[in-house]
């Protein structure tokens, strides 16, 4: 199982732990958006202090319909205790958990403030 809170925003926030191909590791506070059919997004700060290499420049439709151009990178996420590879899409903001890591588990989110977030892995 996977943890996490709502913050002061409402937002489902879980922490990932993330790494790049040289072993670097980061903690990274992640919004749940399941609007995003990806895996993860991060900020550029975030992608080279993991050094990420380049993997492709995706184009991207946006919640408000226009496509953007995007940079995605190579990582792994520690996931339901073991690491998998992933694609991370370059955005700057907050990072966002999209519906590439969420698919088959189910999501149980308290949205209050300090709420519980539990992602489960389905049977």
Do not use: C, K
């Amino acid at each position: 199982m996977i943890r996490g809170t709502v913050n002061t925003r409402h937002e489902a926030i879980v922490q990932l732990h993330v790494r790049g191909p040289s072993g670097t590791e980061l903690d990274v506070d992640a919004v749940i958006d399941t609007a995003f059919t990806g895996f993860l997004t991060l900020p550029s700060a975030t992608i080279s202090a993991l050094n990420l290499p380049f993997r492709a420049l995706a184009h991207v439709q946006l919640g408000d319909g226009a496509i953007g151009q995007f940079d995605v990178y190579d990582a792994e996420v520690e996931w339901d205790g073991a690491w998998l590879a992933i694609r991370v899409t370059e955005i700057e903001g907050d990072a966002l958990l999209g519906m590439g890591l969420l698919t088959g588990h189910e999501v149980f989110i308290e949205f209050v403030t300090g709420g519980v977030v539990d992602i489960t892995r389905m049977p």
